[in-house]
């Protein structure tokens, strides 16, 4: 009886120790990529002048002439004033899906700022115009997410990108290390197929066969079952899988890895 329980153990251990290896490292994904849009007027990955990273807490969006600053998402003002730093600068509090983010929008121009402390503002509302106020160069707009809320060491910072870039369909940016999902496709009578490429150079083989993905229905929350990425497409380093005869809906992507993974993936409906 002894030695039965033992190899019970030892095959109970071993089976955790699988559950956990092919579950993935990504927590449970709760921020639509809709949550947050991008806080300037036209504004889109190719206008940034600067990424998150190092002692850079945020992405820098540079465009000319006269161009909004909107709030990315709907909230409270939690601070609008001037710093040597920041320049003219809007914080604002969120609450989305029951997780609490702040964000910043500095250098903004000279007098520009048109809320207070304590105003609601609706998601794409007006908060003052991309200037070059404070620890500045040039005319940009300073950018930073944060979760639960800033800090004065910014250790809470997140990277803007995932949550801003992914909307629908094209080539789009993931990480599974965060809780942003990993992009967005929409379907139609016409078009109920889904096809999912990883971007070419982003990751080896070893680590693409790895991978896998399912699409989570944005109005109801209901999800296919995971797919794994398939072998290479046309003899180069792309992987791909795909989904058909989808409902006509708009889908989240879901990617799980067992290791944190950072690229893009390409997405069509057809």
């Known amino acids: 009886m002894g030695k039965a329980n033992r190899v019970f153990r030892i095959m109970f251990v071993l089976s955790l120790l699988l559950t956990g290896l092919f579950a ?50 709907a909230g409270t003002v939690s601070r609008s004033y001037y710093s040597d730093s920041y320049g003219e600068v809007v914080f604002i509090k969120h609450t989305i899906n029951g997780i609490s983010y702040e964000t910043v929008y500095a250098h903004m121009r000279s007098g520009s700022r048109t809320v207070n402390v304590g105003d609601p503002v609706a998601q794409g509302q007006l908060l003052g115009y991309m200037g070059s106020t404070g620890d500045s160069t040039g005319q940009h707009l300073h950018f930073e997410l944060h979760s639960p809320a800033w800090n004065i060491s910014k250790s809470d910072s997140l990277d803007p990108l995932p949550y801003l870039e992914n909307n629908n369909g094209g080539r789009q940016w993931f990480s599974t290390g965060d809780t942003a999902w990993d992009g967005r496709i929409t379907t139609t009578s016409s078009k109920s197929n889904v096809d999912i490429t990883l971007d070419q150079g982003d990751f080896s083989a070893n680590e693409a066969e790895q991978m896998r993905v399912r699409l989570c229905s944005t109005s109801t929350g209901n999800c296919t079952e995971y797919q794994y990425f398939g072998g290479p497409v046309q003899s180069n380093n792309r992987f791909n899988t795909y989904f058909t005869n989808m409902k006509p809906a708009t889908y989240n992507l879901d990617i799980r890895a067992p290791f944190t993974a950072v690229g893009h993936v390409i997405v069509n409906a057809y």
Do not use: M
């Open 24 to 73: 993935g490292s990504s927590a449970e994904k709760v921020s639509a990529a809709s949550d947050f849009i991008w806080p300037c007027e036209a504004c889109s990955a190719s206008d940034i002048t600067q990424y998150y990273g190092g002692n850079h807490y945020g992405i820098d969006l540079a465009r000319g002439g006269t161009v909004a600053i909107n709030a990315t998402a």
